[in-house]
């Protein structure tokens, strides 16, 4: 039910005071008559979503409609926010001394009155804190007395922060840092919550502690590199470092105690804000070891649409593929399995054959090839061509997959026997034309059409490619004209088609290489046949995997 009040502001400021607001007013009537509203409108800012709830109750709606209650309240259109708590919160003193409801109260964070250095209670309205049933003092924690001793400027900010790590201590163990949906949560489960977040904060060793069991949880991964097995500790510590609190009232024994209760408590799924972490069940040992797709592609060493890739051609299984990668979740112990089945630890591998990291091929392989990066990884990863995994390649154990140049070799030939007819647009890309001088390479014969008059045949392609030494400036990075000059005087030869498409391409020369000496062949290597170097910044310390022998 919606409030038929004209509401002309919008303004981008979230509360549910408005509701706590006209809750705490028994009869809006009787407060209007006896001057007892206190509450300056104007300076007040709400939702829409807020306004829906409040005139969802006849009573209230009523008295909106008879005072003309939302004359002077701005209200911003519904967005929905985790900064606030869908729990109304409110500190029952301050409320039975001025019926009022502070909306800093609802951050999710706050869970005392600094007033009366009280906690804060939920309660489903205002209503039933008018009623004469006192409401018992409860004990303050020992967060929320380190809280009060704080200055004015530093409590939210340390409210903040502790709000941050209680969401690593919930899932102490995961790859993933849990996500909570905090802002539904009772005040009670919070804090609790931030207790004991607080209590690891007052542990010495703590950072010793954590750091420890996460690696004794990973470390049956140590064979994927210190990059897996050591993720996310540096952070950790840092964050844990950021606090000053009064350490040692907390034991290490008491610690650990803690960081296993959050991690081995039964999982309430609704918590979560993911619930695609959960597809194959809430198993917590598998929850343990789920990463997302940018964690992924960071331990292989591979860019994230490489990911995506392989995952769609069934080499690697993901627990759920996004469009996004980073969205994916993966189980990294299923990962590991696959290639331990596809590699094998070797350090004698590099001096056998020369490995290239895929992306140091050049572009133009790949355009010429009809090749892609992503299906190079594929044949990597699934162990179908000779590579390497290389864990720890940098000093910021950095993972690299490379492949041989026989690998290379092999793709590329396949590829080039294996291409169909294609396309004319596909031939402009892959050998560098304009429209002008394809078609000028058809009606000469260099290049046949297909049955399919919108194809090229794949034949005439393979046969123009391996009969013809094809020049361009972008391919040689020099001018055509002057490689025509050498080759004219060296070799006598001349070319069998010749081209200037304009001043910001590129000249097109083609040579018959039956008609060319060995010293130019090799001179004026052609763009379809040379590699790029490797550029690996290698650590003292790496650890090297050879796809195994079939």
Same mark, same amino acid.
């Given at each position: 039910m919606k409030c038929n009040t004209s509401i002309t502001h919008v303004t981008p400021y979230g509360a549910c005071a408005l509701i706590a607001h006209f809750y705490g007013f028994v009869s809006v009537a009787k407060l209007l008559k006896s001057n007892e509203i206190k509450v300056p409108f104007a300076w007040n800012f709400y939702k829409s979503e807020h306004v829906d709830s409040l005139c969802s109750i006849k009573q209230i709606k009523d008295d909106v409609l008879d005072y003309n209650l939302l004359q002077r309240v701005k209200v911003s259109a519904f967005h929905s926010t985790t900064s606030l708590s869908k729990q109304l919160k409110v500190c029952a003193k301050c409320f039975k001394e001025n019926s009022l409801h502070d909306v800093k109260w609802q951050n999710v964070s706050t869970t005392i009155c600094i007033k009366h250095q009280a906690p804060l209670i939920n309660v489903l309205? *205002? +209503?039933?804190? @008018? %009623?004469?049933?006192?409401?018992?003092?409860?004990? #303050?924690?020992?967060?929320? !007395? =380190?809280?009060?001793?704080?200055?004015?400027?530093?409590?939210?900010?340390?409210?903040?922060?502790?709000?941050?790590?209680?969401?690593?201590?919930?899932?102490?163990?995961?790859?993933?840092?849990?996500?909570?949906?905090?802002?539904?949560?009772?005040?009670?489960?919070?804090?609790?919550?931030?207790?004991?977040?607080?209590? *690891? +904060?007052?542990? @010495? %060793?703590?950072?010793?502690?954590?750091?420890?069991? #996460?690696?004794?949880?990973? !470390? =049956?991964?140590?064979?994927?590199?210190?990059?897996?097995?050591?993720?996310?500790?540096?952070?950790?510590?840092?964050?844990?470092?950021?606090?000053?609190?009064?350490?040692?009232?907390?034991?290490?024994?008491?610690?650990?105690?803690?960081?296993?209760?959050?991690?081995?408590?039964?999982?309430?799924?609704?918590?979560?804000?993911?619930?695609?972490?959960?597809?194959?069940?809430?198993?917590?040992?598998?929850?343990?070891?789920?990463?997302?797709g940018l964690m992924l592609s960071n331990f292989l060493g591979i860019k994230k649409e490489s990911l995506i890739y392989v995952v769609n051609n069934r080499t690697l299984p993901a627990v759920y593929l996004g469009c996004q990668a980073e969205k994916s979740f993966f189980d990294i112990e299923v990962i590991g399995s696959i290639l331990a089945k596809s590699f094998a630890q070797n350090t004698q591998i590099e001096a056998q054959e020369q490995f290239y990291k895929i992306d140091d091929i050049p572009k133009d392989i790949y355009n010429l090839f009809d090749l892609t990066v992503d299906e190079l990884v594929d044949y990597a990863i699934s162990g179908k061509i000779e590579s390497q995994f290389k864990v720890n390649s940098s000093l910021r154990y950095v993972n690299y997959l490379l492949i041989s140049e026989n690998g290379i070799k092999k793709v590329l030939k396949n590829k080039w026997q294996s291409f169909n007819d294609m396309a004319h647009e596909s031939v402009i890309k892959m050998l560098k034309l304009d429209k002008k001088t394809l078609l000028h390479l058809i009606d000469n014969g260099f290049l046949v059409i297909a049955k399919d008059k919108a194809l090229i045949d794949a034949d005439s392609i393979r046969h123009f490619v391996s009969n013809h030494l094809v020049l361009n400036r972008t391919a040689n990075f020099e001018r055509s004209r002057d490689c025509e000059k050498r080759v004219r005087d060296c070799c006598k030869a001349e070319p069998v088609c010749l081209l200037y498409m304009n001043a910001y391409l590129t000249d097109f020369v083609v040579y018959k290489k039956e008609s060319l000496n060995d010293c130019c062949l090799r001179k004026l290597e052609s763009r379809f046949t040379y590699f790029g170097k490797p550029k690996l910044d290698l650590s003292k310390i790496v650890i090297t995997y050879q796809t195994k022998p079939k």
């Amino acid at each position: 039910m919606k409030c038929n009040t004209s509401i002309t502001h919008v303004t981008p400021y979230g509360a549910c005071a408005l509701i706590a607001h006209f809750y705490g007013f028994v009869s809006v009537a009787k407060l209007l008559k006896s001057n007892e509203i206190k509450v300056p409108f104007a300076w007040n800012f709400y939702k829409s979503e807020h306004v829906d709830s409040l005139c969802s109750i006849k009573q209230i709606k009523d008295d909106v409609l008879d005072y003309n209650l939302l004359q002077r309240v701005k209200v911003s259109a519904f967005h929905s926010t985790t900064s606030l708590s869908k729990q109304l919160k409110v500190c029952a003193k301050c409320f039975k001394e001025n019926s009022l409801h502070d909306v800093k109260w609802q951050n999710v964070s706050t869970t005392i009155c600094i007033k009366h250095q009280a906690p804060l209670i939920n309660v489903l309205n *205002l +209503l039933s804190l @008018e %009623e004469d049933k006192p409401h018992s003092k409860e004990a #303050l924690y020992s967060f929320e !007395r =380190h809280i009060l001793s704080l200055e004015d400027v530093k409590r939210r900010s340390f409210e903040n922060a502790l709000l941050k790590l209680s969401e690593s201590v919930f899932r102490p163990l995961d790859f993933i840092t849990a996500k909570l949906k905090l802002d539904r949560v009772n005040i009670e489960f919070l804090r609790l919550l931030f207790e004991d977040a607080y209590k *690891l +904060l007052c542990c @010495e %060793e703590l950072s010793d502690v954590w750091e420890g069991l #996460l690696l004794k949880h990973r !470390r =049956h991964l140590e064979g994927m590199g210190q990059l897996v097995a050591r993720f996310g500790i540096n952070e950790l510590q840092a964050q844990i470092e950021s606090f000053n609190i009064k350490k040692g009232l907390t034991s290490s024994a008491e610690a650990k105690n803690i960081l296993l209760k959050y991690h081995n408590a039964k999982i309430d799924t609704k918590l979560f804000t993911s619930k695609r972490r959960f597809d194959n069940g809430a198993n917590l040992n598998q929850l343990s070891y789920q990463v997302d797709g940018l964690m992924l592609s960071n331990f292989l060493g591979i860019k994230k649409e490489s990911l995506i890739y392989v995952v769609n051609n069934r080499t690697l299984p993901a627990v759920y593929l996004g469009c996004q990668a980073e969205k994916s979740f993966f189980d990294i112990e299923v990962i590991g399995s696959i290639l331990a089945k596809s590699f094998a630890q070797n350090t004698q591998i590099e001096a056998q054959e020369q490995f290239y990291k895929i992306d140091d091929i050049p572009k133009d392989i790949y355009n010429l090839f009809d090749l892609t990066v992503d299906e190079l990884v594929d044949y990597a990863i699934s162990g179908k061509i000779e590579s390497q995994f290389k864990v720890n390649s940098s000093l910021r154990y950095v993972n690299y997959l490379l492949i041989s140049e026989n690998g290379i070799k092999k793709v590329l030939k396949n590829k080039w026997q294996s291409f169909n007819d294609m396309a004319h647009e596909s031939v402009i890309k892959m050998l560098k034309l304009d429209k002008k001088t394809l078609l000028h390479l058809i009606d000469n014969g260099f290049l046949v059409i297909a049955k399919d008059k919108a194809l090229i045949d794949a034949d005439s392609i393979r046969h123009f490619v391996s009969n013809h030494l094809v020049l361009n400036r972008t391919a040689n990075f020099e001018r055509s004209r002057d490689c025509e000059k050498r080759v004219r005087d060296c070799c006598k030869a001349e070319p069998v088609c010749l081209l200037y498409m304009n001043a910001y391409l590129t000249d097109f020369v083609v040579y018959k290489k039956e008609s060319l000496n060995d010293c130019c062949l090799r001179k004026l290597e052609s763009r379809f046949t040379y590699f790029g170097k490797p550029k690996l910044d290698l650590s003292k310390i790496v650890i090297t995997y050879q796809t195994k022998p079939k």
